[in-house]
């Protein structure tokens, strides 16, 4: 029986978060001074600039100096993209802004307050264009082209084929298709970005204090951009992080930025982004157009779906997109078995801020694309919803199954987690009181949404934006792997202090490794230190370090654990040396080694490590001194796609199975969300309290996505959602009434036996608000294919269909 | 060397957590630059500088105040507490208490203002129900938690103060 593992254990973290002495960024001061910075930032959508003129602001007493387009342009590169398109994008503007908000030159001053005095002292002449937002309008032959030398806004155009999708289409009995669009959004962390930065000109190395959460690809990124190796670019990053959601991948662009404003003015930095600049400029998921088409059999088998989707990148695509459009690939089918399926997959230039992973990365559209298009599918047939998905999950007999576009789904039973929902909603009493609704004339709707939660990214996805004959050239540098590193050192007391490299925002990773180290070793949770924050010039760590894709619990916790258990057999060799025993009659139970069978003959955890550490004369021939280990934790099946555009896209797949009523009131169109069932399959669960935690934030975020938040711009490109007045974040009391039902298929994949779950409902919780909008309005023939449904929207859309009603259909 | 206002500073006495502060500021510093750069008291987080999202929250005079929206000038001669002050010692208040059993935060960015605001709120208003627990938690934006922790452990914490009293 664990004693540590799977219990509600009160988190490592919260005492310091609670009485005020946490460390983020914003609270360090690393060096005796810094210098802190104002970016100037683009007004217009798109305009050319003519001019900049830096005079007057550098006059300011205590400004030290000001970067500007012509220093970034002689100092640095652009970054690299992760498309073919030669797109180049640099830390500021240079000939043109593209969107408002797009950094232009960075004052550095004494203090904050005098380099935006100076900032106001710059003069910009700029020649406005004619700008575009609207990503379908930006592909027209004469629409404004953001890029000239590329010639148009397309950066990156994939037609993907699995199986015989045009087979699929002939020979069904009913196809249905559906126009929608999803909008762009943030889970906006309450920590903006923040960065310090120092450059040493001596020997040419960069030192970052940041808030980056990873992954780590990035900082290759960052220092091609800053023409250094990558040696002398340190990346240092505190052990709190005011939240990340995936926004903090993108805060690379404003490390260089900051980077090259510490070398060009030769003091250091430190830059904290306020929120009207996080709201305009530093990231969000794309905004997308899609085409969904499903060819079904009259009883409802799905044969093959057709899906065209048009990603807005926003001004620069910027790595790791196109990642919006194939990171869910492998789960492009999500928990369903048809096997043909072709994807039309555009991401697209416009003249509004850049994206990037936003918790859930294109799963929040995958599943509101396939299972808004179910429910009208259902519809169409007249079968229940409910009916028509059962009829097509992808047997628990199937596990491990392969999809056809190449993800292997490890483990899980859907149709029998699909039953646990329905018995958990009570879904046969919920359609009765939909009818007595509906009957007393009542806006009543019950949604359903299913999905295969993918966790811990395939570094390998990336390389599908590229056309597969690229990726068969000799010479081609393939990509794969999704590997993190943990150290466990047992001290000469037996006490444990485990580092990890995750970087952490919040989902308590300091107590899930001291659960999992102290269960493997026998001893009290107390005796295990974990060490959250993270140093590039003295940790282990690759390309995959970082948190993101809900990799933490199966891939930081797996090395982790593994590192414990290395210790653990060398720790085990030497009481067998001491018990005068073989090492495998030796167990380890409470903090003791004995031999088995012989409980009296026995040494305790800290004299081994005592001896370890103190008495290295006493080891046994071929043990090192001291007790450490480093451990890379990799996945088997994460590698690149193959000659079919076929990847395992995630090393890991949970399942979310979410059923939402809500009832709208027909005089104002305000929703009122009812009940909110929420069921899960995240493998085995390490600790039930952060699992929770991290399912009600994740019910919030895509909540928030469905009802409240978007980036809005005008059609000339204003932004127009630039405070928390305008960008509208639920609070407490918008908050839905969340019952959570809990499955536990663990999966062989990680050593933990864990999946992720930090994305799970933002994923699903989009797609089944919106089928329960749209069944309450069913009866007055209103569709919803785009998101946010606002009370406004809804108002809009009840008085139309009344307007057809009194006409009798007539527009 | 040319002079402007920034340097007129100003002379401004504070009591915060019970200590008396004496600082030289500019009449446009933000209380929350104050407490934060000045002072060194950097449990108080910013997090929007627009008065929306509560993360600054801090009591002056004993009652809940948006430190980004106030300037350091106008609390001179004020008694002000921040989330430094709440614990005793090594003694954690029943409000902490509360959001560490019942999971109350994630990140803890947006926790310092959260805590003071129910300390005001639990002070008024000691046996609230959980809608009037809802309705005053929604001065303070959190991404993490969903808000469910948030009020559940204020909730414990409304019940903790009452048995202690």
């Known amino acids: 029986m664990p004693k540590w593992i799977g219990q509600p254990i009160k988190r490592a973290e919260d005492p310091r978060l609670l009485t005020g002495q946490g460390t983020y960024v914003d609270d360090l001061r690393p060096l005796p001074v810094l210098y802190h910075a104002a970016i100037l930032r683009s007004p217009h959508a798109h305009a050319r600039i003519r001019s900049v003129n830096i005079e007057r602001a550098l006059a300011v007493p205590g400004v030290v100096g000001i970067l500007t387009p012509q220093d970034v342009l002689e100092m640095s590169d652009p970054f690299p993209v992760g498309v073919e398109t030669p797109v180049r994008y640099y830390a500021t503007a240079t000939d043109k802004v593209r969107f408002v908000g797009e950094p232009v030159c960075v004052v550095v001053a004494k203090d904050r307050y005098i380099a935006e005095d100076a900032r106001e002292l710059i003069e910009v002449d700029y020649e406005p264009l004619p700008a575009v937002v609207d990503p379908e309008r930006a592909m027209a032959p004469d629409a404004p082209v953001l890029h000239e030398d590329i010639g148009h806004n397309i950066a990156c155009h994939r037609s993907l084929r699995y199986g015989d999708p045009d087979a699929a289409f002939a020979e069904a009995d009913v196809v249905v298709s559906q126009r929608q669009v999803f909008p762009k959004y943030s889970s906006t962390p309450m920590e903006c970005y923040a960065v310090i930065a120092q450059f040493n000109p001596i020997n040419g190395e960069y030192t970052i204090w940041s808030n980056f959460q990873g992954p780590f690809s990035l900082h290759p990124v960052t220092a091609r951009a800053l023409r250094t190796p990558e040696n002398k670019l340190r990346f240092i990053v505190p052990p709190d992080i005011g939240g990340g959601f995936g926004i903090k991948s993108s805060m690379f662009p404003y490390i260089a930025l900051i980077a090259l404003a510490a070398r060009k003015t030769g003091v250091p930095v430190k830059w904290v982004e306020d929120r009207l600049e996080h709201l305009a400029a530093s990231s969000s998921n794309t905004d997308r157009v899609a085409y969904m088409e499903v060819a079904l059999k009259r009883d409802g088998t799905i044969l093959g779906m057709r899906q065209k989707l048009i990603d807005n990148v926003g001004a620069y695509i910027r790595a790791p997109d196109p990642g919006c459009l194939f990171r869910p690939l492998g789960n492009q089918v999500g928990p369903y078995r048809f096997q043909h399926l072709a994807v039309e997959a555009y991401a697209v230039h416009t003249n509004k801020s850049l994206t990037g992973p936003n918790r859930g990365y294109g799963c929040q559209h995958l599943y509101f694309n396939i299972e808004r298009l179910l429910d009208k599918a259902a519809d169409t047939l007249g079968l229940d919803p409910a009916e028509l998905r059962r009829r097509n999950l992808i047997p628990g007999s199937a596990m491990p199954y392969t999809t056809p576009t190449g993800g292997i789904y490890d483990a899980g039973d859907y149709p029998a987690t699909f039953e646990k929902l329905l018995e958990l909603a009570n879904y046969a009493r919920l359609r009765e009181e939909q009818a007595r609704a509906r009957a007393a004339g009542r806006l009543y709707g019950i949604g359903i949404a299913l999905a295969v939660d993918p966790s811990v990214s395939n570094m390998g996805y990336v390389t599908i934006a590229f056309d597969r004959k690229l990726r068969q050239r000799p010479g081609y540098q393939a990509k794969s792997g999704a590997a993190e590193t943990g150290t466990v050192m047992v001290d000469a007391r037996g006490n444990v202090t485990c580092t990890i490299n995750t970087c952490p925002e919040g989902q308590g990773h300091e107590t899930t490794v001291a659960q999992l180290v102290a269960e493997e070793f026998g001893i009290p949770i107390e005796n295990v230190r974990v060490v959250a924050d993270f140093d590039s010039n003295s940790r282990a760590w690759s390309i995959a370090t970082g948190t993101y894709s809900s990799r933490f619990a199966a891939a930081g916790a797996s090395a982790t654990l593994l590192a414990a258990r290395r210790v653990k057999e060398k720790m085990r060799a030497i009481a067998a040396h001491l018990l005068e025993a073989a090492p495998d009659d030796v167990v380890l139970e409470d903090g003791v080694f004995f031999v088995k069978g012989q409980p009296d003959r026995n040494v305790t955890f800290r004299r081994v490590a005592g001896v370890a550490h103190w008495n290295p004369n006493a080891l046994p021939p071929g043990i090192e001194p001291g007790l450490q280990n480093t451990s890379v934790w990799n996945f088997e099946h994460a590698v690149a796609p193959d000659d079919q555009d076929r990847v395992n896209s995630s090393q890991l797949y949970g399942f979310v199975g979410e059923i939402v009523a809500v009832e709208i009131d027909p005089e104002t169109g305000e929703i009122q969300l009812q009940h909110y069932y929420s069921m899960h399959d995240a493998g085995r669960i390490l600790n039930p309290l952060l699992v929770e935690g991290q399912i009600w934030g994740a019910v919030l975020h895509g909540m928030a996505g469905a009802m409240y938040e978007e980036m809005v711009y005008d059609e000339n490109g204003a932004f127009l959602a630039g405070t928390f007045m305008d960008y509208l974040c639920p609070t407490a009391m918008e908050a839905p009434p969340l019952t959570i039902g809990h499955v536990e298929y663990p999966t062989p994949a990680s050593l933990t036996g864990a999946k992720g779950v930090g994305e799970s409902s933002s994923e699903t919780a989009p797609a089944a608000i919106a089928n329960a909008v749209a069944d309450a309005l069913k009866p007055l023939g209103i569709e919803i294919t785009s998101l946010p449904i606002t009370p406004s929207k809804v108002w809009a859309l009840l008085r139309e269909a009344r307007a057809r009603q009194a006409t009798g259909g007539q527009p | ?165």
């Open chain 2, 1 to 165: 060397m040319r002079h402007v206002a920034r340097t007129r500073k100003q002379a401004i006495t504070v009591r915060v957590n019970g200590i008396e502060y004496e600082g030289q500021v500019e009449p446009r510093r933000l209380l929350s630059d104050f407490l934060r750069e000045d002072l060194g008291l950097t449990g108080t987080h910013v997090g929007c500088e627009h008065g929306i999202c509560g993360a600054c929250t801090v009591l002056v005079d004993g009652r809940a105040v948006r430190s980004c929206l106030l300037f350091a000038v106008q609390v001179d001669g004020a008694e002000i507490m921040t989330v430094e002050g709440l614990a005793r010692g090594e003694q954690l208040h029943p409000l902490q208490e509360a959001f560490w059993e019942h999971h109350g935060l994630q990140c803890g960015f947006c926790t310092p203002g959260v805590l003071m605001a129910a300390y005001e709120f639990l002070r008024d208003n000691p046996n609230p129900t959980e809608r009037e627990v809802r309705e005053n938690a929604a001065g303070n934006l959190c991404r993490c938690t969903g808000y469910e922790g948030i009020v559940r452990s204020i909730l414990a914490a409304a019940r903790k103060l009452q048995a202690d009293r």
